[in-house]
């Protein structure tokens, strides 16, 4: 199992963990969630790629992972994700170079390719 299928692994495991426990807080946090991600005045993509480039500045890579596969599958092509990835760069500064390699690699798994058409 590559690092990414245990990233996934263990965000479903503790997902599963809560829901059985019947967490309050983590039932509003998942509301909260489906709202904040809802079309709105942004549509779902662009809220997807926000969170991408926070993603890398907070050097989450659980998040990175989740919201580049989430961007990709609201309809981001390369050029949006990575443009996001390096907007985190010029925010968070040499630190964020390092996430960022990380989110390419995500990038790579998704197939995600330049000029690729979504």
């Known amino acids: 199992m590559d690092k990414l299928e245990k990233i996934t692994a263990k965000r ?12 309050k807080v983590y039932r509003g946090f998942l509301e909260m969630e489906q709202a904040a991600y809802a079309d709105g005045a942004l549509a779902k993509k662009h809220k997807e790629l926000i969170a991408v480039g926070i993603s890398v500045v907070k050097d989450c ?22 443009e996001a990835v390096e907007v985190a760069i010029e925010m968070g500064g ?13 990038m790579d798994t998704l197939k995600l390719a330049p000029g690729a058409a979504r």
């Open 12 to 23: 479903k495991r503790a997902h599963a963990r809560f829901v059985a426990l019947k967490s």
């Open 94 to 106: 040499g630190r964020a170079t390092v996430s960022a390699r990380f989110a390419l690699e995500v």
């Open 61 to 82: 890579e659980s998040c990175m992972q989740w919201h580049i596969e989430q961007a990709a599958s609201a309809g981001a092509t390369f050029e949006e994700i990575f």
